[in-house]
């Protein structure tokens, strides 16, 4: 099973991507979710994530 990441600043697009997709289906068994690059590098520290979707325009 796979660990996902999902940064973005915006709190409905998180939410969205989470929405849209069977992550079961896809061997996701983890989602976290980070809002700023210092919760995501955190997230990194703790974690082992296989995959990650990020917002490539954020503050």
């Known amino acids: 099973m796979y660990q996902?990441?999902?940064?973005?600043d915006e709190i409905h697009a998180v939410r969205a991507?989470?929405?849209a997709v069977d992550?079961?289906?896809?061997?996701i068994s983890r989602i976290h979710v980070a809002h700023n690059i210092k919760q995501a590098m955190g997230i990194f520290g703790e974690?082992?994530?296989d995959i990650m979707i990020c917002d490539i325009e954020m503050p």
């Open 47 to 49: 974690h082992p994530i």
């Open 17 to 19: 991507v989470q929405a």
């Open 23 to 27: 992550w079961a289906e896809l061997s």
């Open 4 to 8: 996902l990441l999902i940064v973005d």
